[in-house]
């Protein structure tokens, strides 16, 4: 097993522009999910994959979407940043039904 | 809707000695897992202890174990024996239990920090 990792760790970025987050989940889990942890906060669901198609999404609007591959990597996008975006986003992953998920470390997006 | 509510924000504990960590939920689900989760200042979420609504006997893990009351809708977490290490944000959260259908997301509480001293 070699764990779910996130890139990059930090990030800064300018409102109105576009970012990328990428996961590698856990080898063999076909289930990857995304979180936002606002600042003092639990973090907040915004989306699950299964097998490459989104799986249920949480209260938040179309400019955050997502994709999954099929060598179980996965990104989030967010277009046309808020300051309010400024977060820590975090990616788990899991086998679907199983119960629980192994997290990332998260990255850390700051928006100015 | 299902909630999860921690309300003690900040606990301390001496080192050795126990401390019981609270949360509460609401949900309308006959199954579900409820977890506390531990996030140190690394950031990663660690999966400390795990409870399926079904089961009555509490989970227990080395020196972890809940409190699970189904009726009364509360899942306390007790530390036995705090280290120094046990110092982090503590997360209770609900999550559906996947025979029910639809998404298997986490609803998270606001956390408990809390710190142990030597």
């Known amino acids: 097993e070699t764990g779910v990792t996130q890139s990059p760790t930090h990030l800064i970025k300018t409102r109105g522009q576009q970012v990328t987050l990428r996961c590698s989940s856990q080898s063999g889990h076909n289930t990857v999910s995304w979180y936002q942890q606002a600042l003092g906060q639990g973090p907040q669901f915004i989306f699950q994959y299964y097998r490459e198609e989104e799986n249920g999404r949480g209260n938040f609007p179309p400019r955050f979407s997502g994709l999954q591959f099929p060598n179980y990597s996965s990104e989030l996008n967010v277009n046309a940043l808020e300051l309010d975006d400024s977060a820590l986003y975090l990616c788990?992953?899991?086998?679907?039904?199983?119960?629980?998920?192994?997290f990332g470390s998260g990255t850390r997006l700051t928006v100015v | 809707a299902q909630t999860v509510t921690q309300s003690q924000p900040e606990m301390s504990v001496q080192e050795a000695e126990t401390v019981t960590l609270s949360c509460t939920y609401d949900t309308s689900e006959s199954n579900y897992y409820l977890f506390w989760y531990k996030q140190p200042p690394s950031r990663q979420m660690i999966l400390v202890i795990r409870?399926?609504?079904?089961?009555?006997q509490n989970a227990t893990e080395n020196r972890f174990s809940v409190n699970f009351q189904k009726a009364a809708k509360s899942f306390s977490l007790k530390i036995s024996d705090s280290q120094l290490g046990d110092t982090a944000m503590y997360f209770c959260?609900?999550?559906?239990?996947?025979?029910?259908?639809?998404?298997?997301?986490?609803?998270f509480g606001k956390g408990t920090k809390l710190t142990v001293n030597p």
């Open positions: 959260a609900f999550m559906k239990h996947p025979s029910q259908g639809g998404s298997e997301k986490l609803v």
């Open positions: 409870q399926e609504a079904y089961k009555q």
């Open positions: 788990a992953s899991s086998h679907l039904r199983a119960g629980g998920y192994t």
